[in-house]
C-alpha cells in the first residue's frame, strides 16, 4: 500500500494525478466504504424508533430514516454493479461490528438516549461529508448517475440531521426532568 499524499507518476505521464482507472477504482472502494457504513447503522437507528424514552417525533423520524437507509444501501449496491463490481463481505462485517460496539458501548451509562442521540447526529454528518467526497469523485470520473444517487442520499440525511438537532432541547429537557425526580 502506497502511502497517502505521496507523488505519483500517473500512467498519462503526469506526477501526482490517477488515470481513470484508478479514479473508478478508488470511487469503488468508496462505495464499499458507504455501503458498509449504511448496513452498520440499520442497528442503530432501530434502537434509536423502539426507543421509548425518546420523542415521537424521534421515533418516527429514525423508524423513516431505517427504511431510507436501507434504499441507501441497495442504491449504492446498484452503483457498485453499474461499475461491474459489487459489496465487500468484510467491510460490511467491520460496519456493523463497529456500530453494535458503539451500540454496547452506551448501554450502561445513564444517559444512554442521549449519548446515542449525539452519536446520530454526528453520524449524519459522517455521511454528508462521505457521500459528498463520492458525489465530486464521481462527477469528475463522468459517473453522473452516481453522483446523483449520492446527492438524493445526502438530502435524506440532512433530514434526519435537522430533526435530531430541532429534537436535542426537548429530548435533554425531558431527560433532565426525568432524572431529576429520580
Known sequence: MKPRHQET???NGTRGRMDQNEVQDEIVDWLRDAYAMERG????????SENNDASPTVRERARMHLEETRQHAEAVR????SLGTDTSTLKTGMGMMAQTAKGAATMFARDEEIKDLLDSYSMEHFEIACYTALAAAAERAGLNQIAETCRTIIRD????AQTILKALPQEIGMYLSEHAKA
Not at 446498484?78 to 454493479?81: C, F, P, R, S, V
Not at 440525511?157 to 434526519?160: L, V
Request: net charge neutral; proline share 0%.
Open 157 to 160: 440525511e440532512e433530514r434526519m
Open 78 to 81: 446498484a452503483a457498485l454493479q
Open 41 to 48: 447503522l440499520e442497528g442503530a437507528l432501530k434502537k434509536q
Open 9 to 11: 507518476q500517473g500512467t
